[in-house]
């Protein structure tokens, strides 16, 4: 028999390894429901080693909101390539994919947790909110967004949001009906903004013309004109 040796890993290593683990279990759990125990038995190491790389559960939380946030906010990244109806089902798709893999650590973050009100925590939620703000715009093709399409990008950020909570309440309706929902949605917030203002109507007609019939915009049209029929 041979005996096997552990390898001593550095401190950024340890570190990471840490962070690592306390987002998985973050990820099944609120973090108020965590402990520096199970953190240390899930990791391998003493109690006392985790307080050797973190003071408390707080900075283990924050640095795992960190890289949480990092992955979350690379989610909204989309080539832009092709209608911008699929390529916004595409980051709804990865966005509730994050959800479902994060559930209690989402909703943790948005609802109360050990850290929420700090300035890192609301600083890390804000960092994502303008990540998914920027790309939207980007698909756009807009640098100097107009009053109105900066609510209406906001807005839909905060719905998209909102309906991911909601939906890990129960997940009663499945996932993949919310996903084209939200993307209506984006459509609707256009539709009634570009209603109220031309400026608007002309970047809806400038975005949406090139849609195809299959597509979540104008499955949307036909769905309302249906409706009114």
Same mark, same amino acid.
């Given at each position: 028999?041979?005996?096997?040796?552990?390898?001593?890993?550095?401190?950024?290593?340890?570190?990471?390894?840490?962070?690592?683990?306390?987002?998985?279990?973050?990820?099944?759990?609120?973090?108020?429901?965590?402990?520096?125990?199970?953190?240390?038995?899930?990791?391998?190491?003493?109690?006392?080693?985790?307080?050797?790389?973190?003071?408390?559960?707080? %900075?283990?939380?924050?640095? &795992?909101?960190?890289? @949480?946030?990092?992955? *979350?906010? !690379? $989610?909204?990244?989309?080539?832009? #390539?092709?209608?911008?109806?699929?390529?916004?089902?595409?980051?709804?798709?990865?966005?509730?994919?994050?959800?479902?893999?994060?559930?209690?650590?989402?909703?943790?973050?948005?609802?109360?947790?050990?850290?929420?009100?700090?300035?890192?925590?609301?600083?890390?939620?804000?960092?994502?909110?303008?990540?998914?703000?920027?790309?939207?715009?980007?698909?756009?093709?807009?640098?100097?967004?107009?009053?109105?399409?900066?609510?209406?990008?906001? %807005?839909?950020?905060?719905? &998209?949001?909102?309906? @991911?909570?909601?939906? *890990?309440? !129960? $997940?009663?309706?499945?996932?993949? #009906?919310?996903?084209?929902?939200?993307?209506?949605?984006?459509?609707?917030?256009?539709?009634?903004?570009?209603?109220?203002?031309?400026?608007?109507?002309?970047?809806?007609?400038?975005?949406?013309?090139?849609?195809?019939?299959?597509?979540?915009?104008?499955?949307?049209?036909?769905?309302?004109?249906?409706?009114a029929s």
């Amino acid at each position: 028999m041979t005996t096997g040796v552990r390898r001593r890993m550095g401190v950024d290593e340890r570190r990471q390894q840490l962070i690592g683990v306390a987002l998985e279990l973050f990820s099944r759990r609120s973090p108020d429901e965590v402990s520096i125990d199970e953190i240390a038995s899930a990791a391998g190491i003493s109690r006392p080693l985790v307080y050797h790389y973190f003071p408390g559960k707080l %900075s283990l939380y924050e640095a &795992a909101l960190l890289r @949480a946030s990092d992955d *979350l906010a !690379g $989610r909204f990244t989309e080539p832009h #390539e092709g209608p911008l109806g699929a390529r916004l089902l595409r980051v709804m798709r990865r966005f509730f994919d994050f959800v479902d893999e994060h559930g209690p650590g989402f909703s943790a973050l948005m609802r109360g947790g050990p850290a929420v009100g700090s300035s890192t925590t609301n600083a890390l939620i804000d960092s994502v909110r303008q990540a998914a703000y920027d790309q939207i715009l980007s698909h756009l093709g807009i640098d100097q967004p107009p009053v109105r399409l900066e609510l209406v990008v906001r %807005s839909w950020i905060s719905l &998209a949001e909102s309906t @991911a909570l909601s939906w *890990l309440d !129960g $997940r009663r309706i499945p996932r993949a #009906e919310l996903e084209v929902q939200l993307v209506h949605d984006f459509g609707a917030l256009v539709a009634v903004s570009a209603a109220q203002d031309e400026e608007m109507g002309a970047l809806m007609r400038r975005v949406f013309k090139d849609e195809p019939a299959e597509g979540p915009f104008l499955d949307l049209v036909g769905r309302l004109v249906a409706l009114a029929s």
